[in-house]
């Protein structure tokens, strides 16, 4: 029997499928499995040893895995919402705007361009307590006498960190949701408007429904991409003060490389992938159900 | 009558005056921290730790980055070298990757297949997995192999890093090709291969630009995976070079804002080209699907 041609597509996504499986798959497979070994750096021979799920009880049983695990999804939660709310709060004042409106759309990119790391040390050194451009405006204006531990006290280092978040985020979904704003015939919000909805009526069942996949657009790139708070918490706490901003990538970072513990790291590894994963599908499937529903009516 | 008017035009003009003050607002604190960055890198350094703070520049020089581009001299971070590789490992990867993902991306954009969204979806989640937890195994890989703290181990890992992406925006650029041109090509003659190369190539042509130069920033920007897979000099791009100046010194603001900006000069100029077609790309292979 003659071997069948491979077909166009499967011939074109090949390389795709090699390169991922060597880099990603492969590795990740490897991954599992040493997460279900004691192994240690330090120690090769203990790559060998079969526990089965010791690791994963041990992380189970952990209190500060747990505190990392429920401080980064409230991180994600209280991040991802209110970049929403501000990225269609900004998409809105701007589309508004009468003039200048390219010089705004450009303006509005500009945090997109910051890596990450950028972004945390930009944070880092305007929260910074001694000269940090926050406490010194506080200061000078007369609002607080003496400097605020930014980035020392847990709670207001959450608060920092969210904010370096967001600032760096916001903007991905005020371009997108700008898009789809542009994008928007206006004959139905006229109409809505002769029909005599209040603005907010308008907006809800008018505006909205139209602009929404482009939000679930804007939330599904950011999920792809969501543990790049970790580049930002590694610059400007490591997780300090005393564990206080830990979360679960800086969590696994310590473990694998600072106590050279890689089977418990990867135990933890699989945890954020499944969270990650998490995150992109229930996005995924948002978009697909909302470009049905646009599909539909458009 | 006339007070319902005037009550309206006045509401009216409150609205309008809200709308610029939240607009400033906005863009102030958009804008600011990068200004503030830049205004540092340019102040000497007693300024920028004078209490109480000096507001108003009176001195402002590029000693910073004179200091930085003259070798490993105060401060000694080898910033040359690092930006060295961040340059050839960034164009590299991205070069690669395009290729793999026009490749892809013509794929979804042209045929019909069994499982096609969920081999989508599974693209996607493979740039899901965070770095730090993909960067665990491939430490392990690359120590077996030797090619922790080269090049190549970098350039191969943004490669997977972009491919997924990369394909998902070639895909929407393709899709907005109409597929009868390349038909009516084909009918004159041409055969698929030309017709992709002499037609729809040059259609997508600006938009596959803008997905190189997205896949430039993110290899450009990755701090996780390259912090654990360059140990030297040898491959040490410079995001983690930059946490190189808050690790090993007593912190030079000064010298770190400087690196900061020769950072973000790339991106900055990268980011301005491809804005437009950025955006048409992602929306429309999201949403005409």
Not at chain 1, 125 to 151: E, R, T
Not at chain 1, 241 to 264: F, H, K, Q, V
Not at chain 2, 266 to 274: G, N
Request: aromatic share 12%; hydrophobic share 55%.
């Amino acid at each position: 029997m003659r071997p069948r041609r491979l077909s166009a597509p499967v011939l074109l996504l090949l390389p795709a499928f090699i390169v991922l499986a060597a880099v990603v798959l492969v590795p990740l497979l490897l991954s599992l499995y040493s997460s279900f070994t004691p192994f240690r750096l330090t120690r090769p021979a203990t790559f060998f040893t079969f526990i089965w799920f010791d690791n994963y009880i041990s992380i189970f049983a952990s209190r500060d895995f747990w505190w990392a695990f429920g401080r980064t999804v409230l991180l994600l939660t209280v991040a991802l919402n209110l970049e929403m709310l501000l990225g269609l709060g900004l998409a809105m004042l701007v589309e508004k705007a009468s003039r200048g409106q390219r010089l705004l759309r450009t303006l509005m990119m500009f945090p997109m361009m910051f890596s990450p790391i950028l972004v945390g040390f930009q944070f880092k050194f305007m929260f910074n307590d001694n000269v940090g451009v926050v406490n010194n405006a506080l200061q000078s204006l007369g609002l607080s006498n003496s400097a605020i531990p930014w980035l020392i006290d847990g709670g207001l280092a959450f608060f920092a960190i969210s904010a370096a978040e967001i600032w760096s985020s916001t903007s991905v979904f005020a371009i997108l949701i700008l898009a789809g704003l542009l994008a928007m015939p206006k004959e139905p919000i006229e109409a809505a408007r002769v029909d005599g909805c209040t603005p907010w009526q308008t907006f809800r069942y008018v505006t909205w429904p139209f602009v929404m996949p482009f939000a679930y657009i804007a939330m599904t790139i950011r999920s792809l991409d969501v543990a790049r708070a970790y580049d930002i918490v590694k610059i400007m706490t490591d997780g300090g003060p005393a564990g206080r901003t830990e979360l679960l990538w800086t969590l696994i970072s310590r473990t694998a490389y600072g106590d050279a513990r890689m089977g418990l790291a990867n135990a933890m590894a699989y945890v954020s992938i499944i969270l990650s994963i998490v995150f992109t599908v229930y996005f995924f499937r948002k978009l697909a159900a909302a470009r049905v529903q646009i599909g539909a009516e458009w | 009558m006339m007070d319902d008017n005037a009550t309206a035009r006045f509401k009216r003009r409150l609205l309008k005056i809200a709308h610029q003050v939240g607009l400033l607002l906005a863009m102030v604190i958009i804008c600011l921290p990068g200004i503030w960055i830049m205004l540092t890198s340019l102040r000497p350094p007693v300024e920028i730790m004078a209490k109480p703070p000096v507001w108003i520049p009176q001195e402002i020089n590029l000693d910073a980055y004179v200091a930085m581009f003259s070798g490993v001299g105060k401060g000694g971070i080898p910033v040359l070298e690092y930006f060295r590789n961040s340059l050839i490992i960034s164009v590299t990867s991205t070069v690669i990757a395009i290729a793999i993902g026009m490749a892809g991306g013509y794929a979804f954009a042209r045929f019909r297949f069994r499982g096609k969204s969920g081999l989508f979806l599974g693209l996607m989640l493979t740039r899901t997995v965070p770095g730090i937890a993909l960067s665990l195994p491939l430490f392990f890989v690359y120590a077996r192999l030797g090619i922790i703290d080269t090049h190549f181990g970098l350039i191969l890992a943004y490669v997977a890093l972009n491919i997924p992406f990369t394909i998902w925006l070639i895909d929407g650029f393709f899709r907005q090709v109409p597929k009868d041109l390349a038909e009516a090509a084909q009918i004159d003659g041409c055969t698929r291969w030309q017709a992709f190369w002499q037609v729809e190539f040059p259609l997508a042509g600006p938009g596959i630009a803008s997905s190189a130069i997205f896949a430039f920033l993110t290899s450009w920007n990755e701090f996780a995976l390259a912090s654990q897979l360059t140990r030297s000099v040898n491959s040490k791009t410079l995001p983690v070079g930059l946490l190189d100046y808050t690790a090993e010194f007593t912190i030079d603001w000064r010298g770190m804002c400087a690196l900061a900006v020769v950072m973000i000069i790339p991106a900055l100029t990268l980011t301005f080209i491809v804005q437009k077609h950025l955006v048409s790309g992602l929306t429309s292979g999201a949403v005409k699907g």
